[in-house]
């Protein structure tokens, strides 16, 4: 006899598609935007399908130039990357062994994740300001006419930028690592060195194979984290602009849907590189089961 579902089924059943569609619906008008015709504009009924909106991205020389701040986007996100795969690494490590200070370290380090991130980039922003009127008053005091002539701030991308990307993306990474290395199973490393190996043997052979998906894991959260960052990108960047900084100017001028050929590009990406991540972890893993 077939099961009858109650109907408490279908109503709950009807508000989570209703969440979905509330959740990925603009996401879904956006992509269908994006190929409008030539005449199209940024809200339907659509005027014919193109690729037209695409092209002419491709070509630049809109409203806000889009292909600098798309460049400088991707190098500071990959730069973030590594370093914050590297540092939550190396901050992993440090914590299994533990050292006098490490709760109040562990403290400060997610109490960025609490203050408000347009509070965080006025601070780090204050911050060179001050390191601005240092290296000005050194110029001036020393003679030293590079920076009487052609020094403005230091405030760009990869200096104060880099930091406030990094005070989002290096809590992430070090939460990561913690769950890893409260699952990991030091008998593995023990063993290595029962056999002679060294500490870096270890790490490089033991430990680093084992966590390798797990890393993988927290350079996309990295680089996506820095990708779409914009209240911390907004009082520190300096004369140059990222992208999401870049597409909220464009916001204000945009009369056709090239911005929404740029949103589709930029997710069809974004969900690429997860699926190349996934993939290459899903390899890794199988490797070390066979190994």
């Given at each position: 006899?077939?099961?009858?579902?109650?109907?408490?089924?279908?109503?709950?059943?009807?508000?989570?598609?209703?969440?979905?569609?509330?959740?990925?619906?603009?996401?879904?008008?956006?992509?269908?935007?994006?190929?409008?015709?030539?005449?199209?504009?940024?809200?339907?009924?659509?005027?014919?399908?193109?690729?037209?909106?695409?092209?002419?991205?491709?070509?630049?020389?809109?409203?806000?130039?889009?292909?600098?701040?798309?460049?400088?986007?991707?190098?500071l996100?990959?730069?973030?990357?590594?370093?914050t795969?590297?540092?939550?690494?190396?901050?992993?490590l440090?914590?299994?062994?533990?050292?006098?200070?490490?709760?109040?370290?562990?403290?400060?380090?997610?109490?960025?994740?609490?203050?408000?991130?347009?509070?965080?980039s006025?601070?780090?922003?204050?911050?060179?300001?001050?390191?601005?009127?240092?290296?000005?008053?050194?110029?001036?005091?020393?003679?030293?006419?590079?920076?009487q002539?052609?020094?403005?701030?230091?405030?760009?991308?990869?200096?104060?930028?880099?930091?406030?990307h990094?005070?989002?993306?290096?809590?992430?990474?070090?939460?990561?690592?913690?769950?890893?290395?409260?699952?990991?199973?030091?008998?593995?490393?023990?063993?290595?060195?029962?056999?002679?190996?060294?500490?870096?043997?270890?790490?490089?052979?033991?430990?680093l194979?084992?966590?390798?998906?797990?890393?993988?894991?927290?350079?996309?959260?990295?680089?996506?984290?820095?990708?779409?960052?914009?209240?911390?990108?907004?009082?520190?960047?300096?004369?140059?602009?990222?992208?999401?900084?870049?597409?909220?100017?464009?916001?204000?001028?945009?009369?056709?849907?090239?911005?929404?050929?740029?949103?589709?590009?930029?997710?069809?990406?974004?969900?690429?590189?997860?699926?190349?991540?996934f993939?290459?972890?899903?390899?890794?893993q199988?490797?070390?089961?066979?190994?």
């Amino acid at each position: 006899m077939r099961e009858t579902r109650p109907r408490s089924f279908y109503v709950l059943a009807s508000v989570f598609a209703l969440f979905l569609l509330f959740l990925y619906g603009p996401m879904m008008a956006i992509l269908v935007l994006s190929f409008q015709g030539p005449e199209g504009g940024l809200v339907f009924p659509m005027n014919g399908v193109s690729f037209h909106w695409f092209e002419k991205l491709r070509e630049g020389g809109g409203q806000v130039e889009i292909g600098p701040a798309l460049r400088r986007s991707f190098r500071l996100a990959l730069l973030v990357m590594v370093l914050t795969v590297t540092f939550s690494v190396l901050a992993g490590l440090a914590f299994r062994r533990g050292f006098r200070g490490a709760t109040l370290l562990l403290y400060v380090a997610i109490a960025s994740l609490i203050v408000p991130s347009i509070v965080v980039s006025l601070g780090i922003a204050l911050e060179f300001r001050l390191i601005d009127d240092a290296i000005k008053s050194l110029g001036m005091a020393w003679g030293i006419e590079w920076i009487q002539r052609d020094f403005v701030s230091a405030l760009g991308p990869f200096t104060s930028g880099l930091g406030a990307h990094l005070t989002w993306t290096l809590p992430f990474g070090l939460l990561i690592m913690f769950a890893v290395f409260n699952r990991f199973d030091p008998a593995y490393e023990e063993a290595a060195r029962d056999l002679g190996a060294t500490p870096w043997q270890t790490f490089r052979h033991v430990t680093l194979p084992m966590i390798a998906p797990f890393l993988i894991g927290v350079a996309v959260f990295g680089f996506t984290l820095s990708w779409d960052e914009l209240a911390r990108s907004s009082q520190v960047m300096g004369a140059d602009n990222t992208l999401p900084m870049q597409l909220a100017a464009k916001t204000t001028t945009v009369t056709d849907p090239e911005i929404y050929a740029l949103g589709t590009a930029t997710t069809a990406s974004s969900i690429l590189l997860v699926l190349v991540a996934f993939t290459i972890a899903t390899l890794l893993q199988r490797r070390r089961q066979r190994g």
